[in-house]
């Protein structure tokens, strides 16, 4: 790698890390304020519970993309190769995060009964997910040959 790829990691590492911490908002978020209405019956306890799931999957995925990029900042520090393997797993560990905090809202949305617009959210992040299917499945192939130019493990 690059010094300037490294910087693009170490770069990466940062938004991994604040998409991380805004996750965590999010779950102190949807703690605070639709607890008390689980608690109360009011809201489905298996939307919710799986909600709650999904924000610490998007979460860890997050912090998984940070840990990943930080060993592919590293430099000379660790093998070339090593360093191509760790960045394109912290783009799929990001990629899953920030589709997973995509789905987010619509799944609050539905907690709430808002059931047309969430509705018309989980058509967008459908939309998005295909766009996601077919153009991210080129990238994560581009990147591979790319690391086997390098002498990598693509």
Request: hydrophobic content about 55%; glycine content about 8%; aromatic content about 18%.
């Amino acid at each position: 790698m690059t010094s300037i790829e490294e910087e693009l990691a170490a770069t990466n590492v940062n938004r991994s890390y604040s998409l991380g911490a805004s996750s965590i908002a999010i779950f102190t978020f949807l703690l605070f304020f639709l607890y008390p209405r689980f608690a109360s019956g009011e809201i489905d306890a298996m939307l919710f519970q799986a909600t709650i799931v999904i924000m610490g999957v998007t979460t860890f995925c997050f912090v998984f993309a940070s840990l990943y990029y930080f060993g592919s900042s590293l430099g000379d520090r660790i093998p070339a190769a090593d360093r191509v393997v760790y960045y394109r797993r912290g783009d799929q560990f990001w990629l899953l995060g920030y589709t997973l905090l995509f789905l987010l809202p619509c799944l609050i949305l539905f907690l709430v009964k808002l059931v047309a617009v969430g509705a018309a959210w989980f058509a967008l992040w459908l939309l998005y997910l295909l766009f996601v299917l077919r153009y991210f499945t080129r990238i994560q192939l581009a990147q591979a040959s790319r690391g086997a130019r390098i002498g990598g493990r693509a």
